[in-house]
């Protein structure tokens, strides 16, 4: 089985910023997209942020003006900066990796952002 690992969860003020990483073994090869997705309580699984391997980015609505992601190829990580953050951005953050074809999907276990007001 194989598992991402996240990093840089926690408890912040509103406003403040967060950068959560995210390390997939090297085993797998490099990924088509790598990307972040959040579950807050009582809500669907939805996408934040995606970056391929090639650097195009794709970010929700909601983030795009404050949200940052970048990847690093070599080392098959993910980072997703967080910048004046906000109470609704209060979720559960799951790290993901994609290969189109064939396909194969991975997740890290999540970590918890939490953002008071």
């Known amino acids: 089985q194989v598992q991402l690992v996240e990093s840089g969860g926690g408890l912040v003020q509103a406003g403040g910023s967060l950068r959560l990483s995210c390390a997939a073994p090297g085993s797998i090869g490099r990924p088509n997209v790598m990307g972040w997705y959040r579950q807050a309580p009582g809500k669907q699984r939805e996408l934040v942020a995606t970056?391929?391997?090639?650097?195009?980015?794709n970010s929700a609505d909601s983030v795009k003006d404050r949200f940052t992601i970048s990847r690093d190829n070599a080392k098959n990580t993910v980072a997703l900066q967080m910048n004046s953050l906000k109470p609704e951005d209060t979720a559960v953050y799951y790290c993901n990796s994609r290969q189109l074809f064939p396909f194969r999907d991975y997740w890290g276990q999540g970590t918890q952002v939490t953002v008071s007001s």
């Open positions: 970056i391929t391997s090639g650097g195009s980015r």
